[in-house]
């Protein structure tokens, strides 16, 4: 069973709707026909070092698309932040890598839009 990571810690995964998976090699171009009417889009990451991901979710955001936008695969905690700012609400991960980067890890990078260069230039 997967780990769902949010800005609070660690949950067990609370959706029952259907969920639309997306993978990284999908053309950008199909997007607007494959999202509409999407209650949740769950964007794959074969592997952390893979940022095909990242540039969807902020695509996907840009087209419109409120629902749950959730980044699934092996992502470390050190990308959560950036998961976020891309626009995705949460991020799954396998049960191994939350015993490797337990849910501390996860909650240091939690305050992320604090922590963005726009944040510290404003102030």
Known sequence: MSVIVR????????FTGASL????????G???????GAE????LFPTFSDGRGFSLARRI????????LRAAGPLIADQY???????F????????LAERQPQAQWLFRADW?????RARLAG
């Open 7 to 14: 800005d609070d810690g660690f949950h067990e995964d609370d």
């Open 21 to 28: 998976d997306i993978a990284p090699e999908t053309d950008a």
């Open 30 to 36: 199909y997007l607007p026909a494959l999202i509409e």
């Open 40 to 43: 949740m889009i769950r964007v």
């Open 61 to 68: 955001r840009a087209l419109g698309f409120t629902g749950r």
């Open 81 to 87: 932040a950036m998961a976020r700012r891309v626009g």
């Open 89 to 96: 609400d949460e991020v799954e991960i396998p049960p191994e």
């Open 113 to 117: 839009a604090a922590h963005d260069y």
